[in-house]
């Protein structure tokens, strides 16, 4: 039987998981949509929607995945009205019913297996396990000093420096603790640099990891970037090209000495147990290692905090909370 687990693309932000979300859209039965901003969201506001048991409460959340302008539903290019009925006449949990929102969108282009891709899920495995027990992450790793430098150059990325250089090294630990916890055929990791230079055979060991069949159209992604990236992030252009390893180690050139040095510092033991060969930077000034750990404890903290308040939210759940949908899914369902 063919797999139908969601598959969710992960790492740190500008580590290629747009290339790759492509890749995996290229694939004739996985469908991969841009950016959506309802999942995580969407969770953290389940007590507004309330029990999805009541048809009046799938409505509700219906209306509030299609039509709150932070959730990016447009992106999808969906019938809204279709989608709430689809919803209401769905499984009575919030899993589900955002399980139905990405299935629809893979049905416009007859695919029978959805995914979705979101850097920032690297430190939502959980959540997304409540709502999709039988998850499959794929974590793209690439060059911490290449994603600190892609990363100042973004018009969106307002942080400085020390919190890019954080980020990545919060992204890497996370994959750890991922690896070491879930189940082998749930998480996977692959590096840009590899997945770059040698896309069939790497792709060939997702696809296996997937359950997939190997399609050649995966290495060519740039076929499906003008449907499946929108028009005003500019940013992903390179996407529209073919597959290169042009700007593998381009943070020699893209990086201040002392920024080199940052990343050097903070980020060596992670580097090199990924298999980045350091440049021999001279060590980092001690202010600037400060700010990467004020960086860094501002986040965990922030982190921990909304953690604490989601784990006792869950001994008042408002109603079921785990996806309704796929064999697996169905089949945890009956054992209950």
């Not at 004739?28 to 048991?53: C, K, W």
């Not at 770059?196 to 970037?225: I, N, Q, R």
């Amino acid at each position: 039987m063919q797999s139908d687990r969601p598959i969710f693309v992960i790492g740190c932000p500008r580590s290629g998981t747009t290339m790759l979300q492509l890749m995996l859209h290229s694939h004739p039965r996985i469908a991969v949509p841009p950016e959506t901003r309802f999942l995580v969201p969407g969770y953290y506001r389940r007590f507004f929607f309330g029990d999805l048991r009541e048809q009046h409460n799938r409505r509700r959340l219906g209306r509030w995945i299609v039509s709150d302008k932070d959730t990016k539903f447009k992106e999808l290019k969906l019938d809204g009205d279709q989608l709430i009925d689809d919803i209401v006449a769905g499984p009575p949990t919030l899993g589900s019913a955002f399980g139905i929102s990405f299935r629809s969108y893979a049905e416009q282009y007859g695919k029978s297996r959805w995914g979705d891709k979101r850097p920032s899920y690297y430190h939502h495995v959980d959540l997304l396990l409540r709502l999709f027990p039988d998850a499959q992450f794929v974590h793209l790793i690439r060059d911490g000093r290449d994603c600190v430098a892609s990363l100042k150059e973004m018009p969106w990325y307002t942080k400085d420096v020390f919190h890019a250089v954080t980020n990545w090294g919060e992204a890497i630990d996370f994959g750890r603790h991922h690896a070491r916890k879930l189940p082998a055929d749930s998480y996977y990791e692959l590096r840009y640099e590899d997945l770059t230079a040698y896309p069939e055979t790497e792709l060939g060991k997702l696809c296996d990891f997937l359950g997939e069949d190997y399609d050649p159209a995966m290495s060519e992604p740039y076929h499906v970037a003008r449907v499946a990236i929108p028009q005003h992030k500019v940013w992903h252009s390179n996407t529209h090209g073919g597959v290169t390893t042009a700007r593998s180690g381009s943070w020699k050139s893209r990086l201040e000495p002392w920024e080199i040095s940052v990343c050097e510092t903070v980020l060596a033991d992670r580097l090199t147990a990924n298999g980045y060969e350091l440049s021999g930077a001279p060590k980092a000034e001690k202010s600037h290692v400060a700010a990467c750990e004020k960086a860094a404890s501002k986040r965990r903290w922030a982190r921990r905090r909304k953690e604490i308040r989601d784990r006792l939210n869950r001994f008042r759940e408002p109603g079921p909370v785990a996806a309704q949908l796929t064999t697996r899914q169905l089949g945890e369902l009956a054992k209950v």
